[in-house]
């Protein structure tokens, strides 16, 4: 694969600081959803080495929790620079396992070291606090405490930004953590923690585990030693962890699906908002989870914004994500494929028209045309459900209230964006949506200083920004009697 460090693809899990494969010499293949080429393969571990790793994050723990803030952040900070001087092979691991076009691999390094270089930062700030007394001989203070083993369940669509999210927040609070990859991604987790194995952090700190989702997603969401779960991906395996992690009582951290509608008021500038809609939708081929999934127009300038946004996504370059000015990769794999051909299918036969696209691309394989279907109605599944691929749907609305009311009909609450050049307008609307994060003017709203996170059926918690370290600490509060009551 042309790796200027072919020492970072590793095909064996990190646990406890050794280089391990499974037991039973079980693996799975990592394949390119590009060539449908198998990449490599790593192991299938079983449930006792799951087990094992979460033994070597608690065995890990009681010295990494009593370095100062300091020293941790010293290593997240060497991790950090490991990340960046390998950087672009990082991106090149991306872009085979995903599939998305290089350039955006570089970003997603980029987006996810930064969460790396914000938690060394944050890891210094774990205040307390003294609280005034309601009594003239106790002093009431509050200390912050790491929470322990942390486990960490990270999807394919941001392979790397995913788990350092997670991990670095983890690390800076004083927990250890053990992380499971996806199937289809787990070389860029295992390049991660070869680096963080150059970067010195000691051996069970962070370790890596392959393997079945449901053998080693029941160990770490029951294990009692586990006290944390952070979790990306669907609302469906959402629940069953949070189900499965009830009798232990584990901290939870749920980042889940979304289905962001992303609204044009007619005040609009029309040209920013198709740019912005371009951004929102096709980054990572529209699989991600802020991907804006429905297109709500002003009815004055419906037809327009259709007319131009067609022409933008018409002229999208699709391709194999190494190829020179290619836009859109394929997709994940042949059931994301089929899931969006019937989508689509199930749309127009309900009286969505296709503008641009409609299905398989020439190239074949996960590769899929962008597509641009208009007059979709809210009863369509296509309305309903996260779409997860290179598809914009577009629905009019007549005044302000119909916007929000039809953005709000969701199950769904994690991003919402929309463009109006009224400032109060855009607090209404913004006050009004119901979701975790609201882009007003822009198409972008993901940043490791921002608290990224859902409401509803996108699940609860907050990553990145100070919220995302607090997600790690627990709170002890302290009344010190001092003698004089
Ligand atoms: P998924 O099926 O839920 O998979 C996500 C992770 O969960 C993978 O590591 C997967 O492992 C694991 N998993 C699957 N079944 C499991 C089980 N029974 N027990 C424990 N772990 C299990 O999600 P996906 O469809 O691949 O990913 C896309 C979803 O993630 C979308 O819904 C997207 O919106 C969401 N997402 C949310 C955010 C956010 O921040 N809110 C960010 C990115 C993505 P295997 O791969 O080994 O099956």
Redesign the pocket.
Known sequence: MNLNDPSLLRSRCYVGGHWVSAASGKFFPVVNPASGEEIARVPALAADEARQAIEAAASALPVWQKRTAEERAEFLKRWHRQILENREDLARIVTLENGKPFAEALGEVDYGAGFVDWFAGEALRAYGETIPSPWPGRRILTFKQPVGVCAA??????PLA?LTRKCAAALAAGCTAVA?????TPLTALALAELAERAGIPAGVVNVITG???V???E??THPKVRKLS????????R??MAQAAPTLKRLSL????NAPFLVFADADLKAALSGAMLAKFRNGG????AANRFLVQKEVYEEFAAELAQRIAALKVGPGFEAGVQVGPLIHAKAVAKIEALIAEAVAQGAQVVTGGGRHLLGGNFFQPTLLKDVSPRMRIFAE?I?GPVAILTAFTDDEEAIALANASEYG?AAYFYTQDLKRALRVAEALECGMVGVNVGRVSTPVAP???IKQ??FGR?GSKYGLEEYLEIKYLCLGVGEE
Not at 231 to 238: L, M
């Open positions: 369940i990270t999807p394919w669509n941001f995913m499971k990859p996806a199937a289809e079945p989702a449901e080693l997603g029941t770490l969401a979790f990306t991906g669907s609302t469906r395996v959402g069953l962890l980042e889940l699906g979304g699989q991600s989870c802020v996260e997860f994690l990224f996170g859902g996108s699940g990553e």
